[in-house]
């Protein structure tokens, strides 16, 4: 009975373990409140994602502009859309022209990481003409919010480092998880589920025992 109850305090370890192993996927996109600006009725939504390699893809949806109309946009650095807080031009994107109905879209590719993009200090703005010498005033702005893109880390749980009876410690470079990744969902529920196995195996012969 001892020996089975070592096996399964191992077999908890070790799903402990497995589970303070799995790591939370970074954010790769998030949405922006196209505001209007100076009464002008222009609003919407866009969204910034990663793009992979050094990346990142803003998509901007507005309505509300004057039909046929095109209008230069661009990402700036800004702790807002407030009078003052709106600085320099980090990158321009591609404009955005409306259709009859004052609708429009617009999607571009910048040569900015996501992160750098989304650390909270960046926000998009729409002007109101085709180039930036005609667009003397923003017409919709949108303050990108700060995303969660720190690389995943591991839990660091403390587990009983005892093994089992009539078993050798791994030797390195031969265990299935050398490489540093988390044992799946699937190993974890097997060596979980041979552990309640052994447990019964071990009351039934307690039982037997005491008959």
Partial sequence: MKLVARIAAFTSAAVILGLSQTAVAAQEQVSVVMEAQVDKGVSGSATVSAAGGGETEVTILLSGME?????????HEASGCEEGEVEGIVEQLTNIDADATGEGSATTSVGLD??????????????????LEEGSFAISCGV???ADVESPTEVATDVPTEE????????????????????????????????????????????????
């Fill in 67 to 75: 039909p046929d109309s095109s209008h230069v946009n661009h990402i």
């Fill in 144 to 146: 990108i919010p700060a």
């Fill in 164 to 211: 089992p009876p009539g078993m050798n410690p791994p030797t390195a470079g031969t265990g299935p998880f050398d490489d540093g990744s988390a044992p799946s969902a699937t190993v974890i529920a097997a060596v979980l589920l041979a552990g309640v196995v052994l447990l019964g195996i071990g009351w039934t012969s307690r039982e037997r025992g005491h008959r």
């Fill in 114 to 131: 996501f992160a750098t993009v989304t650390d909270g200090n960046h926000v998009l703005v729409v002007r109101d003409g085709a180039t």
